[in-house]
């Protein structure tokens, strides 16, 4: 396995970065989550909008160009000689000192990991997943805006420490006013009487980019999509609910909080969605 490191093409063992790295004492970068599906790198323009503007929006200078870095990405799976896998894109602050002053960390450092992926098992996108709330709240948009793909990932922690102790792999993490935000690393929809809804990115949502496939690819259909804000009842009564993410694509849940969802089972309009994501993420892509 070869990883990519400032530069370089590294081994594992090799790949270190310093412990004053400001990634490492502060959290302070940014990362993205990308996957290659038959050598295509999905969604790639859309990761790299993302990562290029979280970069701006906390003033990180990435020290390669739009396409360089493409360039990277491209280079490094080739090395690696996947056709599918998962890609773990990290730009961090850099080397500094203990001090928080982003100005003594002059050199971002740029990571790139490529791997085979193994999430949810097929028959979970069959039969669903269990999940429940949980009590930690996503932050509102303020300074550390969800739409910043940081390292700061906390919040996201301690929702998947709730989901382990609830024995559940994902759970649903509300903003502070009690509206559904996401889940620890996937943003959800409901399905109600025909009409799919997702919380605007303002309840505390990261912009998905499987999120946004999925609603081009409802808008695409003809089902009707709306970003609108939603309660923890709205959920329990849905006729479906499921995730999205770039790991998870588009998974099925079948029960919330000991309540069970329409017919406890991967819902008619989940299976199509599904089903054409898996269609495009085939064609879609950078090579
Ligand atoms: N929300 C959070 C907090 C995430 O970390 C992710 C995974 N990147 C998502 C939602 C899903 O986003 P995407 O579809 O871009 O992977």
Redesign the pocket.
């Known amino acids: 396995q070869w990883i990519y490191l400032n530069g370089e093409y590294v081994t594992k063992e090799e790949a270190t970065v310093s412990v004053y790295d400001h990634g490492f004492l502060y959290g302070d970068g940014i990362f993205?989550?990308i996957r290659i599906y038959n050598g295509n790198i999905f969604k790639c323009k859309?990761?790299l909008d993302?990562l290029y503007d979280s970069a701006k929006s906390i003033m990180l200078n990435i020290p390669l160009t739009y396409s360089e870095m493409e360039q990277a990405l491209v280079e490094t799976i080739r090395r690696n000689g996947l056709k599918d896998g998962y890609i773990r894109l990290v730009v961090s602050r850099g080397p500094g000192d203990l001090g928080l002053d982003p100005r003594r960390s002059p050199k971002a450092s740029v990571i790139i990991i490529v791997e085979q992926l193994s999430i949810y098992p097929e028959e979970a996108y069959i039969h669903g997943l269990k999940t429940v709330s949980v009590s930690t709240r996503r932050n509102v948009p303020d300074a550390l805006n969800?739409k910043i793909?940081s390292l700061n990932?906390l919040n996201?922690i301690l929702v998947k420490i709730q989901a382990n102790l609830a024995g559940v792999g994902e759970a649903i993490m509300l903003n502070s006013q009690g509206y559904v935000a996401?889940?620890?690393?996937?943003?959800i929809f409901i399905v109600k009487r025909g009409t799919v809804f997702t919380p605007p990115c303002y309840c505390g949502?990261?912009?998905?980019?499987?999120?946004?496939?999925i609603i081009e690819i409802c808008q695409k259909i003809g089902y009707t999509v709306k970003e609108e804000p939603f309660t923890l009842h709205d959920v329990y009564v849905a006729d479906e609910v499921f995730f999205?993410?770039?790991?998870a694509e588009v998974i099925a849940v079948r029960e919330v909080d000991a309540r069970i969802i329409g017919e406890g089972k991967a819902g008619p309009i989940t299976t199509r969605l599904l089903q054409e994501f898996r269609n495009i993420v085939e064609v879609d892509g950078v090579k």
Request: without cysteine; hydrophobic residues 20%; proline residues 4%.
């Open positions: 993205e989550g859309e990761h993302r969800p793909k990932y996201n996401e889940g620890s690393s996937d943003n949502a990261l912009e998905g980019i499987t999120r946004a496939a999205t993410g770039t790991a």
